[in-house]
């Protein structure tokens, strides 16, 4: 068997106890598995070290070998093809009828219609091929053990991030998921592709060989060289203004709406055998109430983050929360109840988030997923979307730009002060969440534990002046084990506070973290946009028109990036205000119960 082999492209810095492994730009790494899903393959260094690494930081090592001395040895006559659930699907496969003799065909019904009867398109992650009920074990008991401690909220390996260099700028990786974040990019390569050896208009000689790029794997490149030909749903058209200044913004054509999760309810099939939560979301257009699993969130964000490449997916919560001790849905008693509505808190900012942005908010998979209560047409609408052609890059020909070149000079700079200005805050991010988490620990536990004794000590003094016969000053007696209760009951209040401080600062942070690690990619896809760029240009047998068309959709993707530069940064200032200013007043209450306290126990000395 031939051993596959991997070169790597970029250094990756392995978390521990993720099973990860760290690589080196250079290193060749035998790799053993490519089917772990997510982006991550397993692979051996040469040192031995065995674990996960991104498929998007190696470039695979292809060799040129021979055919066999020998032809193989003929089939026997009775062999039937073994049951492989990783083998090549055959691309005559029939149409998934999900239990049913026919396809669904009460497409009339769907606001999603026009579904094709083509096959469907086999997906790099199959639990919702294999499984397209409403309501399937994605998230249930037996599902959410598994590989809870190396998953953080995105069926990938934990803390998927992109490295630094030695300067503390984030190095943009050849093929950066959005880590953090649910849902995987899948190879859309042949998206948009036209099988002609000359599309209209298309460089098609210039297709780069490098297939592992995020670049060329999204569609993108294919894009830029003018090989989408694909027709444009007026639903799925964007618009990008010009708001002065040197900002562009994205246009939301729908009315602003908001959506409110709330009742969470733990639910079983299969006789208490198989346990979920089950979340109802209401949305302000239309205020019908419908019921969304986790296991439906996360097919959601999958969708998003393979229609956008160009938009930063927020983050899903973690499968397990950080800095609790340990809980999960199915957990008991309060700690059960905390995870429940730690995770509500996070999937509610989730979905604000969606709200709140101009172009996920218009998105028809994200108003099907809030207002679909039909099970029928949530499956019709989630095939649909599965076999969306327009996404990765070929989405970049459904924006609209304003009718005017980019100044190259301009654009090097904006790219530059916006990557060192992520750099530097992906840092003070991932600064501040520890700190957060460490701050919620400490609370809950250490400083519980200290105030604790300090309250314990002063009622022992208390207790044992309390055996003086009681002739000589109860009333002190009685003070100083109050002084004791009083101590106590600050532990408390510090076990209490997190959940009303630290929690919802390390959410933020949890949001922020998740956000940034989306932006690599974005910045990966318009640099591999201007190298495309530049090579058309400096090619001389290419006409004049074909390579004012490569600009001008260089250009479109840059406007992309603008603007979704000006939401982030907009946004940011609206939300890093708000969380510290939410921050503090908790703090003041805080620290005010504690003196109220304290001045309470101070009267009753005043009274003896």
């Known amino acids: 068997m031939a051993v596959r082999q991997a070169k790597a492209v970029y250094d990756f810095d392995a978390e521990p106890g993720t099973g990860e492994i760290s690589i080196q730009t250079g290193e060749v790494l035998t790799v053993t598995r490519t089917d772990v899903g997510e982006g991550w393959w397993e692979g051996r260094r040469a040192n031995g070290d065995c674990g996960l690494f991104p498929e998007a930081y190696v470039e695979e090592v292809t060799e040129d070998v021979g055919p066999p001395a020998m032809a193989p040895p003929p089939l ?144 993108s490149e294919n894009y830029i060289l003018g090989k989408v030909n694909l027709n444009v749903p007026e639903a799925d058209s964007l618009t990008i203004v010009d708001k002065g200044d040197g900002k562009y913004s994205w246009v939301n054509t729908k009315p602003p709406f908001s959506c409110v999760i709330a009742s969470p309810k733990k639910e079983a099939k299969f006789k208490g055998l198989k346990s979920y939560i089950a979340y109802q979301l209401t949305p302000s257009f239309n205020n019908i109430q419908v019921s969304r699993r986790y296991k439906h969130f996360d097919w959601l964000h999958e969708r998003l983050s393979s229609k956008y490449n160009f938009v930063p997916i927020p983050p899903l919560p973690d499968k397990q929360i950080q800095g609790m001790p340990g809980p999960n849905i199915f957990s008991k008693g309060r700690y059960e109840e905390e995870f429940i509505e730690h995770r509500m808190n996070q999937l509610q900012s989730f979905v604000d988030r969606m709200c709140r942005h101009p172009v996920l908010a218009q998105s028809e998979v994200w108003g099907h997923f809030l207002s679909c209560t039909d099970e029928k047409r949530w499956k019709g609408g989630k095939r649909k979307a599965e076999k969306d052609p327009l996404v990765g890059g070929a989405y970049y020909s459904a924006i609209t730009v304003p009718d005017k070149p980019l100044d190259p000079e301009f654009v090097d700079r904006e790219v530059q002060v916006f990557t060192q200005f992520t750099s530097q805050f992906d840092v003070a991010v991932k600064n501040m969440a520890k700190l957060s988490a460490d701050q919620t620990t400490k609370c809950q536990n250490h400083y519980k534990r200290e105030f604790q004794l300090i309250g314990k000590s002063f009622a022992q003094l208390g207790q044992a002046m309390e055996q003086d016969g009681g002739n000589y000053n109860p009333g002190l007696n009685n003070a100083v084990v109050a002084t004791g209760e009083c101590y106590e009951e600050i532990g408390r209040l510090y076990e209490e506070q997190p959940r009303l401080d630290w929690e919802h600062l390390a959410d933020m942070m949890h949001d922020y973290k998740g956000l940034l690690s989306g932006f690599p990619q974005v910045l990966h896809l318009h640099s591999g946009s201007q190298g495309k760029r530049k090579e058309i240009g400096n090619d001389g047998k290419v006409g004049q028109v074909e390579a004012n068309a490569v600009k001008t959709r260089t250009d479109t993707v840059t406007y992309a990036l603008l603007a979704e530069v000006n939401t982030f940064h907009e946004q940011r200032v609206k939300d890093i205000k708000s969380s510290h200013q939410h921050f503090l007043q908790e703090q003041i209450k805080f620290y005010q119960k504690i003196t109220e306290k304290l001045q309470e126990t101070l009267r009753m000395y005043d009274q003896c």
Do not use: H
């Open 76 to 219: 026997p006559q009775d062999y039937a093809a073994p049951s492989n659930t990783y083998a090549t699907p055959s691309t005559t496969a029939p149409l998934n009828t999900f239990g049913t003799s026919n396809p669904v065909e009460d497409w009339s019904a769907d606001p999603w219609s026009g579904v094709g009867a083509a096959p469907t398109p086999q997906q790099q992650t199959q639990d919702w091929q294999a499984d397209d009920d409403w309501d399937s074990d994605f998230d249930d008991e037996s599902a959410s053990q598994v590989g809870a401690s190396s998953a953080q909220g995105n069926g990938a390996p934990a803390n998927y991030t992109a490295s630094t260099d030695t300067s503390g700028n984030l190095a943009l990786p050849a093929a950066s998921y959005q880590s953090n974040q649910r849902g995987s990019i899948g190879d859309v390569s042949a998206i948009g592709r036209n099988d002609s050896k000359k599309g209209a208009g298309g460089a098609s000689s210039k297709t780069s060989f490098n297939r592992f790029s995020v670049f060329v794997k999204s569609g």
